[in-house]
């Protein structure tokens, strides 16, 4: 599945898409840029509300296409360099959110794949406490 981005959409409305498609993971948008592999610090998120074509640096025009096969370092590059926006794609690790700054060299699909399986694990560990705590 290809997710499209259109500049007429809301920062909240993209996230929603995005993870929509890709449940295990979540885009956030920051005012400042984060190079490769660094965390992107969280004093600076931008307001969900705001509509893609009024807060973009660059001056181009249309959609984004997103597909599963992509790598986040890919993506991220992607906004910063057609739109001037800052990204970071967090993945689901059982029940916190990690940026993916040491697996940005990972395609979405994978990223996905992984707080898929984390979620998994998750449950079979709490499982396995209530079996071992009602014994």
């Known amino acids: 599945m290809e997710l499209i981005i259109d500049e007429n959409l809301s920062l909240k409305e993209i996230q929603q898409s995005f993870t929509a498609t890709f449940p295990y993971l979540k885009i956030e948008f920051y005012e400042t840029n984060n190079n490769l592999f660094e965390v992107s610090v969280k004093k600076n998120p931008l307001d969900k509300n705001l509509i893609l074509k009024n807060i973009r ?25 057609i739109y001037g926006l800052n990204v970071q794609i967090f993945r689901r690790s059982a029940n916190l959110w990690l940026q993916t700054t040491a ?3 990972w395609t979405l699909e994978h990223q996905n794949e ?5 979620l998994k694990h998750e449950h079979a560990e709490i499982l396995d ?4 705590d009602n014994e």
């Open 114 to 118: 992984i707080g898929k399986e984390s």
């Open 129 to 132: 406490f209530e079996l071992t």
């Open 103 to 105: 697996t940005d060299n």
């Open 57 to 81: 640096s660059l001056e181009s025009f249309g959609a984004l296409s997103i597909s599963p096969e992509e790598k986040v370092v890919d993506v991220e590059r992607n906004f910063f360099e």
